[in-house]
């Protein structure tokens, strides 16, 4: 019987290849993600447009890869085939990334550098990557709770994918540093050919992974198993809408990226601006962040998880996150290389909340796997547009915040929208996360036949 007993393939831990496999599966969304947080807003306002304007193209981005994930999640619930759908948002990714950050395709077309066009150009390509984005995001996000029922597999799976998330970044952040140094940004052509060069590369070495993961991964069965069983094989949206974990699980989500993706948007301002550190620290800062969370997401592989478990492990990550806002909050000009230190310990908080978040859903879908692409795809929605929003008010008042001494004599620090970005926001969700995350019973809820099983990853 699917799921009632030990021999059951599905209720088993699986292998490490087929969890290597799957976890390179989201090196494309990954690196170009990176590039797109860390660097759009930077690349827009250098090569001459406001900064409200650069808020406009990364909220079209976000806007459009909401809509389009709970579009792609009800089109996977119904008719399956993850791989296709990964397959699809891939060449997507690939053919319109590079239009992001290789300069304004119309305006060269029709010989006219406008702002407003411009504007327009980058607006149209963000929103047709966040669409393939999407696409490659929910299918591979659903395939987990498809490919084993095991919890102990499911957040192995997770971690595996979190760990390659941080290969991808430090890919990403090594290739920036190669060509902030080649190539000098004097002038805005410069410094389009730097971020085409980035855009590349990335595509490049993100592709690659693509392959690996399509070979290797083979499509799940899962759904089809389940048809011989009383459970339904899709899943209304409703029956969702009224489960309180729902909701929780969804709150907890949604800040954790808000964390992620708002700090990450501020890092480089914050040190090159706010900081004045050298150029190549815009690289190599968030490098340790992402070393920091590989080393933890390999760590979270081998431990047997349970709720208790889950919960422990997100609220330490907030906690962390929480002393490392106030401390960038506080963090004088004249002592900036503190912020190599603070990196390390962002990186621990971010894999501690991302792995554990991510978990969370597989709880609450259980073994009710004909709805899993809803799950992932409406709390992807309320991620994109809670963070499009976000940078999007953020943005509009970067160029008119007051710069607020914060101590009497001849400090350069001030409390800037980037500080706010990097130290205030990322604390404040990390403390509501916590505060949610205590009040969850995920021992009861979402549970599978055997839910949380002791062993760790099997061979």
């Not at 490490?16 to 090196?27: N, P, Q, S």
């Not at 916590?434 to 021992?443: G, K």
């Amino acid at each position: 019987m699917a799921g009632g007993s030990e021999e059951d393939p599905h209720t088993k831990p699986i292998g490490r290849w087929a969890v290597f496999f799957y976890g390179v599966g989201h090196m494309l969304n990954d690196i170009t993600a990176s590039c797109w947080f860390t660097y759009l807003l930077l690349f827009l306002t250098q090569i001459g447009l406001s900064p409200r304007d650069a808020a406009i193209v990364m909220l079209s981005g976000q806007v459009a890869d909401g809509f389009a994930t709970i579009f792609t999640g009800e089109l996977i619930d119904r008719f399956g085939h993850f791989k296709i759908w990964h397959a699809a948002g891939s060449v997507l990714v690939a053919i319109s990334f590079s239009s992001v950050f290789g300069g304004c395709l119309p305006c060269s077309i029709l010989h006219n550098d406008s702002l407003s066009l411009e504007t327009f150009s980058y607006s149209m390509f963000a929103a047709i990557f966040n669409i393939g984005w999407a696409a490659t995001q929910v299918s591979h996000m659903a395939m987990v709770n498809c490919i084993s029922l095991n919890s102990t597999s499911r957040v192995a799976l997770t971690s595996c994918r979190n760990a390659f998330t941080m290969v991808a970044n430090l890919s990403l952040y090594a290739i920036a540093l190669v060509v902030f140094g080649v190539i000098k940004a004097g002038s805005k052509e410069n410094t389009e050919t730097q971020y085409r060069w980035i855009a590349y590369s990335s595509i490049t070495v993100g592709c690659c992974f693509v392959v690996i993961f399509l070979m290797g991964t083979k499509e799940p069965r899962l759904r089809m198993d389940l048809k011989e069983t009383s459970r339904r094989v899709r899943i209304p949206w409703v029956y969702w809408f009224k489960k309180l974990l729902y909701y929780q699980v969804a709150m907890v989500y949604l800040l954790t990226r808000l964390v992620l993706n708002v700090s990450q948007a501020y890092l480089a301002f914050f040190v090159i601006d706010d900081l004045q550190m050298d150029q190549s620290a815009k690289a190599l800062v968030p490098a340790i962040i992402y070393i920091g969370s590989f080393v933890v997401s390999v760590l979270l592989q081998e431990i047997p998880w349970n709720g208790r478990r889950l919960k422990a492990y997100y609220s330490a990550g907030g906690i962390i996150w929480m002393f490392c806002g106030a401390a960038i909050l506080l963090l004088p000009r004249d002592i900036s290389s503190f912020m190599y230190a603070i990196s390390v310990f962002i990186g621990i908080a971010n894999a501690l909340m991302m792995v554990t978040a991510i978990s969370m859903q597989s709880v609450l879908i259980g073994s009710e796997v004909g709805g899993c692409a809803f799950v992932c795809g409406s709390l992807s929605f309320l991620d994109k547009m809670s963070c499009g929003l976000a940078l999007y008010v953020l943005q509009s008042h970067q160029s008119t915040s007051p710069r607020i001494q914060l101590n009497n004599g001849q400090q350069s620090a001030y409390l800037s929208v980037t500080r706010y970005g990097l130290g205030l926001v990322p604390a404040l969700c990390s403390l509501v996360g916590v505060v949610v995350t205590f009040f969850m019973e995920l021992e009861a809820a979402g549970s599978l036949s055997k839910p949380l099983l002791d062993e760790p990853l099997l061979e």
